[in-house]
């Protein structure tokens, strides 16, 4: 998952960035409000952690344009303590969420993975298909009840491909959310790790969509 995160306090950025490391998503930083602005097109992110104090452009502008535009991202704004009002302005703007400092970081990676979850469309805090079954609160994996080890970019190719069942994901989608792990990475990344889940999960488990991407299976 490829997250955007908003805050310019260095020891909170930087502690945020590492602990949604830690739950595989790939984090963008950026530390302004104008930056916000201009990274939030590039790609698509699959939530966006918002501060709402921001130098050059404040979170609630940011956000406003965003809705603006269209794009419905999951937005958890971080709100200062005692400020009420930035909170409600913040929801009425658009936030599907929001945490005020000081905060757990446990408790903004569940939300996080609340809102996504929510988004893609799953309510179920597990996804599953054709046996195997992903738990990414604890990151666990099983085929028909059996657990399953898989490296990191293993379980980032499935969870991404799990995410989104419902779906063809191109080889440049998939990349993009394997990116945290960009300095690994190599031209045929995708190719070699579509290859190590079938083999724990049988040749039908992804199927090649030839000249387009993949997708799963049909889950028999
Ligand atoms: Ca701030």
Redesign the pocket.
Known sequence: MRILLV???AQLGDGIRAGLKLDDCSVDWVRDGEAARLALPVHAYDACVL????PKRDGLSVLKELRGQGNRVPVLI?T?RDSGADKIAGLDAGADDYLTKPFDLPELQARLRALIRRAGGAAAPTLEHGGVVLEPASKRVTRDGQPVVLSALEYALLYDLLRHKQHLRTRSQIEESLYAWGEEAGSNTVEVYVHRLRKKFGAEFIRTVRGMGYRLGDGA
């Open positions: 805050e310019d306090d501060d709402l104090g921001l971080l200062a």
